[in-house]
């Protein structure tokens, strides 16, 4: 589901400053690589977690959900110059095109993968070192994966959560058996609801929420 015209898209779209070429040889192998690469943040979105990770300027990044890696390299371009990014991803077949483009950057030296289930891995980081955090994985552990989160984060963290729109799915009745979209109707009331931290919710794409921890 679109949530802006096609004519608003293609306008928004051709006037946003454009990503590096690293980035746009990414996004195309991407599309030639794997079957669900509508998964990417793509440009338009990478553009705005670009500036929001060199407005932040954090001394470390935990990303939750990386399919390729284009959103980690964005991310990483607000880091301080002795940052890491620890990116967390349970698929290991696309290993060899992260890795390629992650070698390829002039943020190599900062950027931490970790294979395995997230809520696992978590237990294992000291979630308060960290200033910037983005939820991009399994719908289903959304609120679990904020929850450890929110519950530790440092005041003035930033938490991103992408895909909180689900193809408008959020706006209509649930089907029988939906549990991607049940979670995500919670997480987003959940958080507007949420005394710890102040958010809205981003119409960008498949929409993204911006939260602040008070």
Same mark, same amino acid.
């Given at each position: 589901?679109?949530? %802006?015209?096609? !004519?608003?898209?293609?306008?928004? $779209?051709?006037?946003?400053?454009?990503?590096?070429?690293?980035?746009?040889?990414?996004?195309?192998?991407?599309? !030639?690589?794997?079957? /669900?690469? /509508?998964?990417?943040?793509?440009?338009? /979105?990478?553009?705005?977690?670009?500036?929001?990770?060199?407005?932040? /300027?954090?001394?470390?990044?935990?990303?939750?959900?990386? &399919?390729?890696?284009?959103?980690?390299?964005?991310?990483?371009? @607000?880091? !301080?110059?002795?940052? #890491?990014?620890?990116?967390?991803?349970?698929?290991? +077949?696309?290993?060899?095109?992260?890795?390629?483009?992650?070698?390829?950057?002039?943020?190599?030296? !900062?950027?931490?993968?970790?294979?395995?289930?997230?809520?696992?891995?978590?237990?294992?980081?000291?979630?308060? $070192? &960290?200033?910037? &955090? %983005?939820?991009?994985?399994?719908?289903? =552990?959304?609120? =679990?994966?904020?929850? *450890?989160?929110? =519950?530790?984060?440092?005041?003035?963290?930033?938490?991103?959560?992408?895909?909180?729109?689900?193809? @408008? #799915?959020?706006?209509? +009745?649930?089907?029988?058996?939906? *549990?991607?979209?049940?979670?995500?109707?919670?997480? =987003?009331?959940?958080?507007?609801?949420?005394?710890?931290?102040?958010?809205?919710?981003?119409?960008?794409?498949?929409?993204?929420?911006?939260?602040? #921890?008070?």
């Amino acid at each position: 589901m679109s949530f %802006f015209s096609k !004519q608003l898209e293609s306008y928004l $779209d051709n006037h946003y400053t454009r990503e590096a070429d690293l980035l746009k040889s990414l996004e195309r192998e991407t599309f !030639q690589k794997t079957t /669900q690469p /509508q998964m990417l943040s793509g440009g338009y /979105q990478g553009r705005l977690l670009s500036p929001i990770s060199k407005i932040v /300027q954090p001394k470390n990044i935990l990303e939750i959900g990386m &399919f390729t890696g284009y959103s980690t390299l964005c991310l990483a371009e @607000g880091l !301080q110059k002795d940052g #890491k990014i620890v990116s967390i991803d349970r698929n290991e +077949e696309l290993l060899y095109l992260v890795k390629k483009y992650f070698e390829a950057s002039e943020y190599s030296n !900062q950027i931490e993968i970790k294979i395995g289930n997230a809520i696992e891995v978590m237990d294992e980081l000291d979630l308060h $070192d &960290f200033d910037l &955090f %983005f939820i991009d994985a399994d719908k289903s =552990n959304y609120i =679990n994966y904020y929850e *450890k989160i929110v =519950n530790v984060a440092k005041p003035g963290a930033i938490l991103l959560a992408d895909n909180v729109l689900w193809y @408008g #799915k959020v706006l209509a +009745e649930t089907a029988s058996g939906d *549990k991607d979209t049940e979670i995500l109707k919670r997480f =987003n009331q959940n958080l507007a609801m949420d005394e710890r931290v102040e958010m809205l919710i981003l119409p960008i794409r498949d929409g993204i929420s911006l939260v602040r #921890k008070r």
